[in-house]
T-cell receptor
Framework: DAGITQSPRYKITETGRQVTLMCHQT?????MFWYRQDLGHGLRLIYY???????DKGEVPDGYVVSRSKTENFPLTLESATRSQTSVYFC???????????FGEGSRLTVL | GQNIDQPTEMTATEGAIVQINCTYQ??????LFWYQQHAGEAPTFLSY??LDGLEEKGRFSSFLSRSKGYSYLLLKELQMKDSASYLC??????????WGAGTKLIIKP
């Protein structure tokens, strides 16, 4: 019963590199989300997906790309990492659009 | 614009009661969530209110007043393990969650 898992948990990269954060859930939840969390800010939505092959932008999508070819996976790619993308990234899933969110453990990304 | 306001930090004593307030302004309203987040960990769900009134769940209760755009989380019989951040989030008419910055609760012995 793994639930929702993220990898890597910690990542250090350099400006301009491409980085992919993985997210996998075992519940077959329809909805999946990517958030970033920075000190002094609430959770900010990057992208979300209502089902496989359906994705939509959130509040802060610039510089990020997502895909969802399978219900259980929702990878987040930073195409050319910038220092401002240093953050903790949380993946979450939900059964419905008003359901509680189940969060992964988070991926702490540092861009040098 | 849409906004969630909650205090940045609160301090309380072990065994006591604390109330964490949250005011919200959202475009439409489909409910109010509270999550708990321990330092270095992921948020976990505490409660969901969509109708006015108090929902009790063990030591934790959550209250909602839609007419006032106001909610609170009440924690009773505080334990040291309740030291955490408490996140308030409103669900707008498009089912988008609007998050507050969180209230850091410090419990002293």
């Amino acid at each position: 019963d793994a639930g929702i898992t993220q990898s890597p948990r910690y990542k250090i990269t350099e400006t301009g590199r491409q980085v992919t954060l993985m997210c996998h859930q075992t519940w077959s939840h329809s909805y999946m989300f990517w958030y970033r969390q920075d000190l002094g800010h609430g959770l900010r939505l990057i992208y979300y997906s209502a089902a496989a092959d359906i994705t939509d932008k959130g509040e802060v999508p610039d510089g990020y790309v997502v895909s969802r070819s399978k219900t259980e996976n929702f990878p987040l790619t930073l195409e050319s990492a910038t220092r401002s993308q240093t953050s903790v990234y949380f993946c979450a899933s939900s059964e419905s659009e008003r359901g509680e969110l189940f969060f992964g453990e988070g991926s702490r990304l540092t861009v040098l | 614009g849409q906004n969630i306001d909650q205090p940045t930090e609160m301090t309380a004593t072990e065994g006591a009661i604390v109330q964490i307030n949250c005011t919200y302004q959202t475009s439409g309203f489909n409910g109010l969530f509270w999550y708990q987040q321990h330092a270095g960990e992921a948020p976990t769900f505490l409660s969901y209110n969509v109708l006015d009134g108090l929902e009790e769940k063990g030591r934790f209760s959550s209250f909602l007043s839609r007419s006032k755009g106001y909610s609170y989380l009440l924690l009773k019989e505080l334990q040291m393990k309740d030291s955490a951040s408490y996140l308030c989030a409103g669900l707008d008419s498009n089912y988008q969650l609007i998050w507050g910055a969180g209230t850091k609760l410090i419990i002293k012995p």
